[in-house]
């Protein structure tokens, strides 16, 4: 599979963002996919995950209220809406295919290459 994130843009505190993670190639519905993301000079953060096929959703406290998680599987596509961003929002946004559903981004063999998110104070 490949994974072509988008989305990401310049946003100023208080605003919204929705990302997209578009799939090529197979796509397993029993597969989680993941947003992650990665401030410069951090390690990198689970921000929320997912099956393919819907159902169980996770997100992490630190945007749990102010991010959500959903998926077209017509269109193969996860979505990643923000609202409410703040400047610790800022990083590079990347989604991920795993076969087991977990935070631990070492258990994501798939990765997209990733869309910068940043917000101004």
């Known amino acids: 599979v490949q994974l072509q994130a988008s989305g990401g843009g310049l946003v100023q505190a208080g605003g919204s963002l929705r990302l997209s993670c578009v799939a090529s190639?197979?796509?397993?519905?029993?597969?989680?996919i993941g947003w992650f993301r990665q401030a410069p000079g951090s390690e990198r953060e689970f921000v929320a995950a997912?099956?393919?096929?819907?159902?169980?959703?996770l997100h992490a406290d630190s945007v749990k209220g102010r991010f959500t998680i959903s998926r077209d599987n017509a269109k193969n596509t996860v979505y990643l809406q923000m609202n409410s961003l703040k400047p610790e929002d800022t990083a590079i946004y990347y989604c991920?295919?795993?076969?087991?559903?977990?935070?631990?981004?070492?258990?994501?063999?798939?990765w997209g290459q990733g869309t910068q998110v940043t917000v101004s104070s």
């Open positions: 991920a295919e795993s076969f087991v559903f977990t935070t631990n981004y070492n258990q994501y063999n798939y």
């Open positions: 190639g197979r796509v397993f519905g029993n597969y989680v």
């Open positions: 997912m099956f393919w096929s819907g159902g169980t959703t």
